[in-house]
């Protein structure tokens, strides 16, 4: 049987039944109960009597410590809980925004309802106003019409960073509001 581990990184996989070399281990039987040191292919002829598996869980203790167990059955329970952790990991997106200084009022609106979304499902909104050609000559077009986004959006949303010019456009960043703690 191979010993594989099913989490990603630089971490060794578990050592089973005649992948494990070094000799005594301490054993741990199926009940979970310590059975004291003894030399491994002692502790592989109980594992087999079972019909179970050895396996190696703390390979870097000396001696290191063995446990029988169904390593089918081990295996998929690891996967079960990393794919739990993966689902309550909240990954914080950060959605944008993309605006011009000569956006009509309804266009406004209809971005701002957009906007208004992403923060509701709890996005950041990173709102970007492009100025093009001449329009730089106007940067405080520019900033009136990011001022009125702003309002637009001021019931549902915490300004982080505030309008600040970056090359040829003007970005802010809003975080959905935080509920005022009791």
Same mark, same amino acid.
């Given at each position: 049987?191979?010993?594989?581990k099913?989490s990603?990184?630089?971490?060794?996989?578990h050592?089973v039944?005649?992948q494990?070399?070094i000799s005594?281990?301490?054993?741990i039987?199926?009940?979970?109960?310590?059975m004291g040191s003894m030399p491994t292919?002692k502790?592989?002829d109980?594992?087999?009597?079972?019909?179970l598996?050895?396996v190696?869980i703390?390979p870097n203790?000396?001696?290191?410590v063995c446990?029988i167990?169904?390593?089918g059955?081990?295996?998929?329970? %690891?996967?079960?809980?990393e794919?739990?952790?993966?689902?309550?990991q909240?990954?914080? %997106?950060?959605?944008?925004v993309?605006?011009?200084p000569?956006?009509?009022k309804?266009d406004?609106?209809t971005?701002?309802k957009a906007?208004?979304?992403f923060?509701?499902?709890g996005?950041n909104?990173?709102?970007?106003? /492009?100025?093009r050609?001449? /329009?730089?000559?106007?940067k405080?077009i520019?900033?009136?019409?990011?001022?009125e986004f702003?309002s637009l959006?001021?019931?549902c949303?915490?300004?982080?960073v505030?309008?600040?010019m970056?090359g040829?456009s003007?970005c802010c960043?809003?975080?959905?509001?935080?509920?005022?703690k009791?």
């Amino acid at each position: 049987m191979n010993g594989f581990k099913l989490s990603k990184g630089n971490e060794r996989p578990h050592r089973v039944n005649s992948q494990i070399r070094i000799s005594p281990v301490v054993l741990i039987n199926q009940e979970g109960r310590n059975m004291g040191s003894m030399p491994t292919h002692k502790a592989m002829d109980i594992a087999a009597m079972v019909g179970l598996d050895l396996v190696e869980i703390a390979p870097n203790s000396r001696p290191p410590v063995c446990r029988i167990m169904d390593f089918g059955k081990f295996k998929f329970e %690891q996967g079960v809980k990393e794919k739990k952790q993966r689902k309550k990991q909240r990954v914080n %997106q950060v959605k944008e925004v993309h605006l011009s200084p000569s956006i009509q009022k309804h266009d406004l609106e209809t971005k701002a309802k957009a906007a208004r979304r992403f923060l509701e499902s709890g996005h950041n909104v990173n709102i970007r106003l /492009e100025f093009r050609r001449r /329009e730089m000559a106007h940067k405080d077009i520019g900033e009136l019409v990011m001022a009125e986004f702003g309002s637009l959006l001021s019931d549902c949303s915490d300004v982080v960073v505030h309008p600040k010019m970056e090359g040829r456009s003007l970005c802010c960043v809003l975080a959905p509001k935080q509920s005022p703690k009791v």
